[in-house]
């Protein structure tokens, strides 16, 4: 199994740009998460989702969006790219309320 | 909400020695608290957990203690060796829940561990 698959793994954007990071899980678990990891701040929960067709807002979505309609899939949409929002940024899949697996993250620079 | 406060941010050991990790929470109503080790370049990987029904659980070289009434847990790795060094994170489960999931954790800043061979 491939586990949590993340797309792309770098990426360099324009201030004002948008684009979508993909995440997608084989595991057949119906809790997604999307977290960003910032130099020596631990990981910080942007959204998640429960199931298909369900999501909510973590700890620090704004500037973000997200979407679930398969059980796979999770993208995550940064729309009008800030230079804050560079960081690395990790997908995670769960079954219910138990062990978190992550993908490989995805770098993103916004200059 | 929940914060989660992890000591110390760099630990350097020697092959062989132990190494503690240690974090503090803030809220009681707190009951999963599980350890991530994160390579370079790799995203985070759960080593052990503990639930707020028990004290102490064991998994080779690795433990985590948990005491409920201070609020802090702390994660034990005897017998270090080169591999170990990496990133380790805590967490603690979010009772705010964000809506329902108690799925959501509260991650420490991270502890860069480096095993001297």
């Known amino acids: 199994n491939a586990g949590v698959t993340q797309t792309p793994k770098f990426r360099i954007l324009k201030i004002g740009q948008s684009m979508t990071l993909q995440c997608t899980q084989d595991?057949?678990?119906?809790?997604m998460y999307w977290y960003r990891q910032d130099p020596g701040m631990g990981l910080k929960l942007i959204y998640y989702s429960v199931g298909a067709g369900i999501t909510d807002k973590g700890e620090v979505p704004n500037g973000y969006n997200v979407s679930r309609s398969t059980t796979e899939d999770f993208p995550l949409r940064l729309e009008l790219a800030a230079p804050s929002q560079t960081s690395v940024y990790f997908c995670a899949s769960s079954y219910l309320e138990q062990e978190l697996f992550f993908g490989e993250g995805s770098r993103l620079t916004v200059l | 909400g929940e914060n989660v406060e992890q000591h110390p941010s760099t630990l350097s050991v020697q092959e062989g020695d132990s190494a503690v990790i240690k974090c503090t929470y803030s809220?009681?109503?707190?009951?999963?608290f599980p350890w991530y080790k994160q390579e370079l370049g790799k995203g985070p990987q759960l080593i052990i957990d503990i639930r707020s029904n028990v004290g102490e659980k064991k998994d080779q070289r690795i433990a985590v203690t948990l005491n409920k009434t201070a609020k802090h847990f702390s994660l034990h790795i005897t017998e270090t060796q080169p591999e170990d060094s990496a990133v380790y994170f805590c967490?603690?489960?979010?009772?705010?829940?964000?809506?329902?999931?108690?799925?959501?954790?509260?991650f420490g800043k991270g502890t860069k561990l480096s095993v001297k061979p």
């Open positions: 595991m057949n678990h119906n809790y």
């Open positions: 967490a603690a489960s979010n009772p705010l829940n964000y809506g329902g999931s108690q799925g959501n954790l509260i």
């Open positions: 809220d009681s109503a707190s009951n999963y």
